[in-house]
Structures are given as structure tokens and as C-alpha cells.
């Protein structure tokens, strides 16, 4: 199973990454990489669900981590810190916008926040990414 979702969180990497560069400012980046973590998830429920959900014997957050799953985290990283803001901790920023996508996912996913109301995503976004003026 932890190849499984090694595997996905390299696939993961690459849609972030796509999604990040396409951007033409840091809060489209923000939002594009939020739409494609959620895309993600909703097109791959059983791979998102090995990489997320299950129990697999993987080191999150720790010199040993996998590539992979570093990249992806860095994906996200990479779209929030360019809106952090100087009292920020980039890291635990960026953790914070991950557990409320994966929250908002999740909830989604098992029916538990209604689907049709589906712009809980960009309010999230909104939230992390406000216009600077």
C-alpha cells in the first residue's frame, strides 16, 4: 500500500505543479493548486484514500520522508508562501491550508458537507490569500 500512495502522491506533485505554474499571480496560483488537490481527490477517491486515509507505514514531515511526498507538500508550499505574511511560518501555513482542503474533501467525499455547495473551496482560499492593497 505505501507504494501505492507514493505513486499517487507523485501524480499529486505534478497536477500541483502544473496547476501552480499556470497562475498568473500568487492567490491564482493559491486557488488553481486548490482546485487541483480537490480534483484530484474527487477523480481518484481509492488512490487519495491509500495516501491519505489508510494506515501505511510512511514518514510524514522528517529528513526520511520520500521524495515524492515532499514534492507535493512543497507544491503546496510553494502556492501559500508567496502570501504569507511576515509573522507567518511558511511550514505551518502551509499545513494549515492542506488540513482544511483535506478536511473540506473529506467531508465532501463521504457526504458529510453538501457537494452543491462547493464554494467552501474558494472561500478557504480567500481566507489564506486575501488581496493585498
Known amino acids: 500500500m505505501a507504494a501505492v500512495a507514493v505513486q499517487g502522491f507523485e501524480e499529486l506533485a505534478g497536477q500541483l505543479q502544473a496547476a ?8 491564482e496560483a493559491l486557488a488553481a493548486v486548490g482546485r487541483a488537490y480537490a480534483d484530484f481527490g474527487e477523480r481518484r477517491p481509492a488512490l487519495y484514500d491509500a495516501m491519505f486515509t489508510l494506515s501505511v507505514d510512511l514518514p510524514f514531515a522528517r529528513p526520511e520522508t520520500p521524495a515524492p511526498l515532499r514534492a507535493a507538500f512543497d507544491e503546496l508550499r510553494l502556492a501559500v508562501t508567496p502570501l504569507a505574511t511576515a509573522d507567518d511560518d511558511p ?3 502551509t499545513e494549515t491550508v492542506w488540513s482544511g ?7 465532501m467525499r463521504s457526504g458529510r458537507l ?11 482560499i480567500d481566507r489564506f490569500s486575501p488581496p493585498r492593497g
Do not use: F, K, P
Not at 20 to 27: L, V
Open 20 to 27: 501552480r505554474t499556470s497562475a498568473s499571480s500568487a492567490r
Open 91 to 93: 511550514g505551518v501555513l
Open 101 to 107: 482542503l483535506h478536511g473540506l474533501l473529506t467531508l
Open 114 to 124: 453538501r457537494r452543491d455547495q462547493h464554494d467552501r473551496l474558494a472561500l478557504l
